[in-house]
């Protein structure tokens, strides 16, 4: 079995990988269109409160996807690492 030190390169390439697909996905105008009928859909630039715990629970949830492919196409490798990887950057 591999150790930690071993698996940490595998892993930082395979986030790299996935932080490459998600910006040739969305830094396009195609792209770009489905981000904004996602921040609208996700509530990206407003609460998420309700009244109703479970309809919060759900719009928490659609928000959490919109952060993470944020998270994907703003941030640099070093810091997604330290997000994704609990810290042990």
Known sequence: MDSEMEQEPRARTSLR????NYQTVFLNPKGEKVLADLAKFCRAHESTF???PRVQAALEGRREVWLR????LKLDPDRLWAIYSGGRA
């Open 17 to 20: 990988d996935r932080q490459s």
């Open 50 to 52: 309700h009244p109703d």
């Open 69 to 72: 492919i944020q998270e994907h």
